[in-house]
């Protein structure tokens, strides 16, 4: 069964700085998706960013660019220019091709000004 | 696109009370998902259909949790009889497999059961 987990519970970071949220998974499958899902306190879940595993090219959504170390099972968020409104829970995703999502236990992020 | 709509967005009952959540899926999506998130085990599946079939029931709890599929544009998550370790956001969320969103589960708003 895959598993992910994110080893860090909570993270601050200033205003306006980077910030990177950590996600290792596992898995015996060599065609799988990964996803960043964020949690604001609204308590909606949105999607933040995507990576197909069999694409190399890290992908990027703005602000949000992901690091993608496929021998590692490593899928880590980059957050640059953080800002207020990123104050959320984010949860990193996995699943294959029309299977069901695993979710890691989440990361708080608190973005101070 | 309105988006996956659930209703109620809050529900409060009574130990013992049926409960019944509702879901209409994105129109054109064609697998639906049931979640719970609770502080202690975050977030889990429930239940997934694929066409309005039921792929994967394993994380239904017991059999006071049910759940149906009617037709590709509505779903019900019933609890019967309720009980206080319930309470949680139950999440609704759908897919579909085509197009440039392929394999994207978009969430719905949440409901929020508090069972007293």
């Known amino acids: 069964a895959q598993t992910v987990t994110q080893s860090q519970p909570e993270m601050s970071v200033q205003e306006a700085e980077t910030v990177t949220l950590s996600c290792t998974y596992d898995?015996?499958?060599?065609?799988?998706?990964l996803f960043w899902y964020k949690q604001p306190p609204s308590r909606q879940m949105i999607l933040v960013i995507r990576?197909?595993?069999?694409?190399?090219q890290n992908a990027t959504e703005n602000r949000f660019s992901v690091n993608f170390q496929k021998a590692a099972k490593s899928f880590s968020l980059k957050i640059s220019d953080s800002q207020l409104g990123d104050t959320a829970m984010y949860f990193c995703a996995f699943t294959k091709w029309g299977n069901k999502l695993v979710f890691g236990a989440g990361t708080i992020l608190r973005v101070k000004s | 696109d309105a988006g996956v709509i659930q209703s109620p967005r809050h529900e409060v009952t009574e130990m013992g009370q049926e409960v019944t959540l509702r879901c209409k899926p994105i129109s054109g999506h064609n697998s639906l998902f049931w979640y719970r998130q609770t502080m202690m085990r975050g977030l889990e599946l429930l239940i997934y259909?694929?066409?309005?079939?039921?792929?994967?029931d394993s994380g239904m709890p017991e059999d006071r949790f049910s759940a149906k599929m009617p037709n590709a544009s509505f779903s019900t998550l019933k609890i019967q009889p309720s009980e206080p370790r319930d309470s949680a956001v139950y999440f609704c969320a759908s897919r579909t497999l085509a197009g440039p969103y392929y394999n994207e589960q978009f969430f719905g708003p949440g409901t929020r059961l508090t069972v007293l």
């Open positions: 898995t015996s499958e060599n065609n799988y998706y």
């Open positions: 259909f694929n066409n309005n079939v039921p792929i994967d």
């Open positions: 990576q197909e595993a069999y694409k190399q």
